[in-house]
């Protein structure tokens, strides 16, 4: 069992459907991540939040949404989504924001599936 | 942005052997650092070592560790007496960006490892 607990672990949902990915961690980490993994391919980083703020968006379509409500919790607000947005979606964190060395820590990640 | 490159898409090695996953990388900061991850079929990352560069040893942990040749750029995992559990993808990474404040990742395109009883 991974510290970075991520809900759900599967998701099937519609190109017209609206629903939300959840990653929660309690180890006191202050940077958090998403990143999107297609079969076969490594991750990519999405969205970086440092200190409960969003530091780094890589050109990630508007139809993701990131939120993070406190240092503990960070969403992905999913709103019309297209087939090629089914993926791994995996969430890190990392204790220290501006400690380059310091490893980050995975959840299992959602499983994103769009019809 | 940082690059991480590994080369060998699959490696089939047999169960007590040890195995190098190869990566190499570039990068023009002075000071760096590469982490090697493992990810078996569940999805889960799972971080196995860190090397720095400034590191006067290279690392180790447990049956992991690396062969770190800052010159030739290359950051070799090496796994002792591989176990059958130890069949995975291994990810080669390191930060996306040069400069300070919070930064993601950049992966290498992994290599599929497979033990064989």
């Known amino acids: 069992d991974t510290e970075v607990t991520q809900t759900p672990k599967h998701l099937v949902m519609g190109m017209t459907n609206k629903k939300s990915l959840k990653c929660e961690q309690h180890?006191?980490?202050?940077?958090m991540y998403w990143y999107k993994q297609k079969a076969k391919k490594p991750p990519e980083l999405m969205f970086v939040?440092?200190?409960?703020?969003?530091?780094i968006n890589e050109s990630v379509p508007s139809r993701f949404s990131p939120e993070c409500p406190n240092s503990s919790l960070l969403n992905l607000h999913l709103h019309a989504l297209q087939p090629e947005d089914s993926a791994l979606y995996l969430c890190?964190?990392?204790?220290?924001?501006?400690?380059?060395?310091?490893?980050?820590?995975f959840g299992d990640g959602t499983r994103l599936s769009i019809l | 942005a940082q690059k991480i490159t590994q080369t060998q898409p699959g490696m089939f090695v047999q169960e007590k052997e040890a195995v190098t996953l190869d990566c190499t990388y570039d990068?023009?900061?002075?000071?760096?650092?590469l982490f090697w991850y493992k990810q078996p079929s569940s999805g889960e990352m799972i971080f196995l070592i860190y090397q720095g560069s400034y590191d006067e040893q290279n690392a180790t942990e447990g049956r992991y560790s690396l062969n770190f040749q800052k010159a030739r750029k290359s950051a070799n995992l090496v796994i002792s007496a591989s176990q059958l559990g130890d069949s995975a993808m291994y990810f080669c990474?390191?930060?996306?960006?040069?400069?300070?404040?919070?930064?993601?990742?950049?992966f290498g395109k992994g290599t599929h490892l497979i033990i064989q009883p």
């Open positions: 990068t023009s900061d002075q000071s760096y650092g």
């Open positions: 180890m006191g980490h202050r940077a």
């Open positions: 939040y440092s200190y409960e703020k969003l530091s």
């Open positions: 890190a964190s990392r204790e220290d924001p501006t400690d380059p060395n310091q490893p980050q820590h």
């Open positions: 990474a390191m930060r996306l960006y040069s400069g300070g404040g919070a930064d993601g990742l950049t």
